[in-house]
Every structure is written in C-alpha cells, then in structure tokens.
C-alpha cells in the first residue's frame, strides 16, 4: 500500500475521532399526541370541542319550532328543572321572569320601554274608546276623519316614544337591538292602551316615577 493513503487514512480517522459526538435529542411531546408505546388519540378525540352555535331559523318550519322549544322553556322552572303548572307560569310573567317572557318582551330595551309607558299618561292610554267611535263613523261619514286624524296621532306618538327609548337605552349602555323607532314605539303602545291591571308584565313602577 502506497505511504501518502496509508497516512491519509490515519488523518480521516484521527478527524473522525476529533469530532463531538451529537448530543441525544429530548423528546417533545405535542398537545393532544400520546407517548411513545401508546396509540396516536384521534384528530376528534383530541381536538378542543367548539362551542355550539346557534343558527338563526331559515325557513318557517325551523321558527315554528323555535317558538315551541321557547315555549317550552317558558314553561321550565329554572330552579328545579320541572314544568311550571298553569299558576305559576302565570306568576311568573306577571313578576317579569326573562325565563318565562316569551321573545317579543325579553331584553333590557323592552323592559325600559314597558317602564316608560307605566310610569306616564300617553294619548294610546285613550285608544280603546276610538273602537266604538269607529262603530260610531259607520253611520256618521263625518266621523271619519276625526278617526283618521286619531289614529295618525297615536302613531306620531309612537314614534316618538320609540325615538326616546331607543336614545335613553343608548345613554344607559343597554344592549342594543335590531329594533328600530317605530318597532319599539308600536310595542310601548300595545301596553300603554291596556288598562294598567290588564298589563303582562304587571307594572313595576307608578305613574310619575322617575326610571
């Protein structure tokens, strides 16, 4: 063998022996992998589960039964998880139980719309006595303009009641909704011409209190 390999042999190795030996590498363990000897959980398994959402009803049949499952919980007591007999449902709405409104009264705006309306005098406090004038104007064609000019009143009032809830809602930092003035107007109405013992939910403050 010629001399220059067999030293150039003695240099490889001797460079080979020079060198570090590579430190051993620490197991890392992932999230949601199982050690070593145990099967890889499934991507299902160890995934965080997401919450459930809500989708909102997208056609007729799918509100139907919202409303039904609603009702149904209207019907739970929340604090023994059994149906609410007649009576008791009844007390409930009449306190202004949220478990037990139904939809169009639930919500922070549409318990400070119903204060509103109980605590002052509206012209729609006056809108049962325009249905026998109505009867009345069947016979007098006359009547029916004062009728008319009633009935667009109580809808300016309206508004303007809606325009002002919805402006005291924002001032106190209540949750908004989609509703709009005249919505909101025509729900403050709806209360305002029944008379007081009538009212669901039973009024919670006087007329003149301050809200």
């Known amino acids: 063998m010629d001399s220059g390999a067999t030293l150039g042999s003695v240099n490889f190795l ?23 000897g145990r099967p890889t959980p499934k991507r299902r398994d160890s995934a965080p589960r997401r919450p459930t959402v809500t989708q909102a009803p997208r056609n007729r049949k799918e509100a ?4 039904k499952q609603q009702a149904a919980r209207a019907k739970t007591n929340p604090a023994t998880g059994r149906p609410r007999s007649t ?14 409104l139904p939809r ?5 705006e549409r318990k400070l719309a119903r204060d509103w309306v109980d605590s002052r005098r509206m012209l729609s406090n006056y809108l049962l006595l325009l249905f026998p004038l109505m009867i009345i104007s069947i016979q007098l064609p006359v009547l029916n303009f004062v009728v008319l000019a009633i009935f667009l009143a109580l809808l300016f009032e309206w508004y303007l ?21 005249m919505s909101v107007g025509f729900y403050a109405g709806s209360r305002a011409y029944m008379p007081r013992r009538w009212r669901m939910p039973a009024p919670q403050v006087g007329i003149g209190d301050k809200i």
């Open 161 to 181: 009641t809606g325009r002002r809830i919805k402006t005291l809602a924002a001032q106190r930092g209540l949750e908004k909704s989609s509703s709009g003035p």
């Open 64 to 67: 139907v039964k919202y409303q």
């Open 14 to 36: 001797h460079r080979r022996s020079e060198e570090p030996e590579p430190e051993p590498e620490e197991e890392v363990t992932v999230p949601g992998s199982a050690p070593k």
């Open 87 to 100: 009576a008791e449902t009844r007390d409930a709405m009449r306190r202004g139980d949220p478990s037990a």
């Open 104 to 108: 169009r009264d639930q919500g922070p």
